[in-house]
């Protein structure tokens, strides 16, 4: 099991920043993904972000690039999600994952078993 926890969701007006963590607890392994996906009311989770716990690998959607950045601190095995310009579209609740496969799955919601109980984020017009 690794047990995730995000923080730092909340109102924000469009243009404005937040920034959103996810701590992890239990192994981690190099070469698995970190991931962020979000999930509006009447819409399908969605991928938006993800880091692999090396560091080496960050991938983003094309809705949130150049907005949004991926980060992680493993000396706290956490991992940010800073989220700036944004928009009333990016409003809804955000989950961290873990264990997806870096490369051509790393969005792939089915790809992570590990799953953080979500935030919300609400953007305002």
């Known amino acids: 099991q690794v047990p995730l926890v995000e923080s730092g969701g909340g109102l924000v007006q469009a243009g404005g920043s937040l920034r959103l963590s996810c701590a992890a607890s239990?192994?981690?392994?190099?070469?698995?993904?970190m991931g962020w996906f979000r999930q509006a009311p009447g819409k399908e989770r969605e991928f938006v972000t993800a880091?692999?716990?090396?560091?080496?690998?960050?991938y983003y959607a094309d809705s949130v690039k150049g907005r949004f950045t991926i980060s992680r601190d493993n000396s706290k095995n956490t991992v940010y999600l800073q989220m700036n310009s944004l928009k009333p579209e990016d409003t809804a609740d955000y989950y961290c994952a873990f264990g997806g496969s870096p490369g051509r799955t790393v969005s792939d919601v089915r790809q992570y078993p590990y799953w953080g109980q979500g935030t919300q984020v609400t953007v305002s017009s």
């Open positions: 880091i692999t716990w090396s560091g080496r690998n960050k």
């Open positions: 239990g192994r981690t392994f190099n070469n698995l993904a």
